[in-house]
């Protein structure tokens, strides 16, 4: 690899964690190791063809261009935390993949059928990813983390909801969204 293109693969690399908060590279090796995938499978259910994967691990391409494809690799996360805390058996997240696989994406701000309730309601989940999402869209965790530093001492719950929402994990972020609701 010449000069130029290891400052294009390092510049990608850059940019992939100020939108998806690590390189895509790191995040899906971490998905495959967590999930028991090899690069086929998590590329199938991504919606992703296995070339286009391999260019976002290596850096030769930066940005998912697909919503939908951000959203299953959100929820692929979602399922591979729960697996690793035991709250889903390694049968259920083999379930889990083939639904995420056909799940169109959606955000709840368009409150498509693929993330409400069956009241119709977003789930908090879903509500709680969709903030992550938004936050980890504008800045890497570790900004995030400096800029709620730089608040805590005029605002400390400012700093926390931006502690817990654009660098911490879901569960937590679930927690804190129940406990200030009424």
Do not use: C
Request: charged share 20%; proline share 3%; glycine share 8%.
């Amino acid at each position: 690899m010449d000069t130029a293109q290891q400052e294009a693969t390092a510049r990608a690399r850059e940019l992939q964690r100020s939108w998806y908060g690590e390189p895509l590279g790191a995040l899906f090796r971490r998905l495959i190791d967590d999930l028991g995938l090899n690069q086929a499978r998590l590329a199938a259910v991504l919606g992703l063809s296995a070339p286009m994967l391999s260019q976002l691990m290596s850096g030769q391409r930066a940005k998912i261009g697909n919503p939908a494809v951000v959203q299953r690799v959100q929820a692929l996360q979602e399922l591979a935390g729960q697996v690793a805390d035991g709250s889903v058996s390694a049968a259920e997240a083999t379930d889990r993949m083939d639904e995420i696989k056909k799940s169109q994406g959606g955000s709840v701000l368009t409150a498509g059928s693929q993330t409400t309730t069956s009241g119709g309601a977003p789930t908090v989940r879903r509500v709680v990813r969709e903030i992550q999402s938004l936050l980890r869209s504008v800045a890497a965790a570790g900004d995030i983390i400096e800029a709620a530093d730089s608040l805590a001492p005029a605002h400390p719950e400012l700093a926390e909801f931006l502690r817990v929402y654009g660098a911490g994990r879901t569960a937590d972020a679930v927690a804190h969204y129940e406990s200030h609701q009424n």
